[in-house]
């Protein structure tokens, strides 16, 4: 199974500035016929499911505000918010669909208010 | 609107099963398949299985394989996550998912499964 690595485990950051985001896949999750990251990310709040916010590791799934973003290629991505805004607390997770249908998430990053 | 409408909390006994209902609408059933996911206290979130919709094919997570079983009915547009010999550790909020191209891109508010003798 790919092993989905996430860090840091959680970050506090003020509001208004960036917080960033690592992943780490056991194997590159790029897939060289389409040339595709096959790399998602997850926003959960308390008491709601997870939504899609990123897919094919930085498609930006509608509705989503632009300052979110998604970057990285092979098996190292990043999730950055741009400006945090207080209702981005929240935790975060990075999933693949490389191995679809079996898929795999990162353990969480939990962003807070500093 | 498409949405996932999940079957109500469950208190279980170890070594009891749970059967958890997910009644998809507001699109067509058989296009999409549908994923399941819990968060146990954590927070990981895993996967449990997929099912494919229109041809009834399953796939499960090495981890459940054997315990867990996914149906559909496409009369009723309704998956079934059925999970047995439960034990403390199956405690959590299940999901179900709807898979859009390969991400799941609309949720279930979740089941809650507790455990407990």
């Known amino acids: 199974d790919i092993v989905m690595t996430q860090s840091p485990d959680s970050l506090a950051v003020s509001l208004g500035e960036r917080a960033t985001i690592n992943c780490k896949s056991s194997?590159?999750?790029?897939?060289?016929?389409?040339?595709?990251?096959?790399l998602a990310w997850y926003q959960h709040k308390p008491g709601q499911p997870p939504k899609l916010l990123i897919y094919w590791a930085s498609t930006r799934e509608s509705g989503v505000p632009d300052r979110f973003s998604g970057s990285g290629s092979g098996t190292e991505f990043t999730l950055t918010i741009s400006s945090l805004q207080a209702e981005d607390v929240a935790l975060y997770y990075c999933q693949q669909y490389y191995s679809t249908p079996l898929l795999t998430f990162g353990g969480g990053t939990k962003v807070e208010i500093k | 609107q498409v949405q996932l409408v999940q079957s109500g909390a469950e208190v279980k006994k170890p070594g009891a099963s749970v059967k958890v209902s997910c009644k998809a609408s507001?699109?067509?059933?058989?296009?999409?398949?549908i994923h399941w996911v819990r968060q146990a206290p954590g927070p990981r979130l895993e996967w449990l299985g997929w099912?494919?919709?229109?041809?009834?094919?399953?796939k499960y997570s090495r981890k459940f394989q054997g315990r867990v079983t996914i149906t559909g009915d496409t009369s009723a547009t309704t998956t079934y996550l059925e999970l047995n010999s439960l034990r403390s550790e199956d405690t959590a909020v299940y999901y179900c998912a709807r898979d859009r191209s390969l991400v799941l891109d609309v949720w279930g508010k979740g089941t809650t499964v507790t455990v407990s003798s």
């Open positions: 099912i494919n919709t229109g041809t009834g094919d399953t």
């Open positions: 194997q590159s999750v790029l897939y060289s016929s389409d040339n595709n990251n096959y």
């Open positions: 507001g699109y067509t059933f058989t296009n999409h398949a």
